[in-house]
Nanobody
Framework: VQLQASGGGLVQPGGSLRLSCAAS????????MGWFRQAPGKEREFVAA????????DYAASVKGRFTISRDNGKIAVNLQMHSLKPEDTAIYYC?????????????????WGQGTQVTVSS
């Protein structure tokens, strides 16, 4: 299984960006896809997750109302639409795929990870 993330970049505070992640390989039995982020000197933290089975979503409190995760046309792929970006959103964003049921915010429950894409929010 491979995950390919894209869409990062530099944006001013208050701006928007969209990240995408697509999985390939033996993904048929996957359960969910999530986004995590890691800022310099900090732990990797949960951002958002999309569950294939019922289309439910989960968000970290820090991004709720500003970020939206959605599935891409029935594929094993998600988009993360980010609005009202703040400097504290600056981080490397990683997408991850979960093959079994588990807590969406627990990074240990994810089996495969993408390479990460840099998001920088700065004026």
């Amino acid at each position: 299984v491979q995950l390919q993330a894209s869409g990062g970049g530099l944006v001013q505070p208050g701006g928007s960006l969209r990240l995408s992640c697509a999985a390939s390989g033996r993904t048929r039995s996957s359960r969910a896809m999530g986004w995590f982020r890691q800022a310099p000197g900090k732990e990797r933290e949960f951002v958002a997750a999309f569950r294939w089975t019922d289309g439910s979503t989960d968000y970290a409190a820090s991004v709720k109302g500003r970020f939206t995760i959605s599935r891409d046309n029935g594929k094993i792929a998600v988009n993360l639409q980010m609005h009202s970006l703040k400097p504290e959103d600056t981080a490397i964003y990683y997408c991850a795929l979960r093959m079994v049921y588990g807590s969406p915010s627990n990074r240990a429950s994810y089996d495969y990870w993408g390479q990460g894409t840099q998001v920088t929010v700065s004026s």
